[in-house]
Structures are given as structure tokens and as C-alpha cells.
Nanobody, 121 residues
Framework: QLQASGGGLVQAGGSLRLSCVAS????????MGWFRQAPGKEREFVAA????????YYADSVKRRFTISRDNAKNTVYLQMSSLKPEDTAVYYC????????????????WGQGTLVTVSS
């Protein structure tokens, strides 16, 4: 089970840190990803991190603004978001997959319930 938290309302230019805690099993050897879905849009890739934390991928739209990290001892993955824009408004989902690392949502088998991020202009 994955539990995402940390969403909320923030002004444009602000920052938020999302957390995703895994329970019930260990995901320390799983790739972890963050995806988001804005109202009326399809779910899209945001960031992903290899099980070891040594490799990360980002969507072009969030590069240099978002940072994904993980603490395997705490079974937790983070998404530090800065310089937030209104277009970042979405429900953010964390995911886990027994894969190398991927931008594709269909390669992740486990999903959290999502946390809403709203960025006001």
C-alpha cells in the first residue's frame, strides 16, 4: 500500500514537498514514480527514481523545479516541488514498480490514492 501526502494550496512561485510512504511490504528494490492528473486531462509522468536512488528521470515540464528522492530505510519517496506554477495543479499519485525505472504508467503495479496540489496565480 502506498500513502501519498503533502498536497495543498500554494501560491505560484511557492514550494511543497510530497511524501509517499509504503506499508505492507518493502519497496526498497522497486522503482518509484510520481504521476499527476489535472482536471479534464490524462494522467502524465512527472518523475521517477531507480530503487537505489542513483538514477532519476523528470518530465521536461518539471525539470530544474522538482526533485525526486527516496529513503529506503523509511520506505518513503519524496517529491520536492519548487517554483510552482498554476499548470502544476493536479492530483499527484505515487507509484511503485518492480522495474528498472520508467516514465510509463502501465509499468507500475502499485499506486497510492493521490494528493491534490492546487497552485493559485
Amino acid at each position: 500500500q502506498l500513502q501519498a501526502s503533502g498536497g495543498g494550496l500554494v501560491q505560484a512561485g511557492g514550494s511543497l514537498r510530497l511524501s509517499c510512504v509504503a506499508s505492507g511490504r518493502t519497496f526498497s528494490n522497486y522503482a518509484m514514480g510520481w504521476f499527476r492528473q489535472a482536471p479534464g486531462k490524462e494522467r502524465e509522468f512527472v518523475a521517477a527514481i531507480k530503487w537505489s536512488g542513483t538514477m532519476t528521470y523528470y518530465a521536461d515540464s518539471v525539470k530544474r523545479r522538482f526533485t525526486i528522492s527516496r529513503d529506503n530505510a523509511k520506505n518513503t519517496v519524496y517529491l520536492q516541488m519548487s517554483s510552482l506554477k498554476p499548470e502544476d495543479t493536479a492530483v499527484y499519485y505515487c507509484s511503485a514498480g518492480n522495474i528498472w525505472v520508467s516514465r510509463r504508467d502501465d509499468e507500475y503495479a502499485y499506486w497510492g490514492q493521490g494528493t491534490l496540489v492546487t497552485v493559485s496565480s
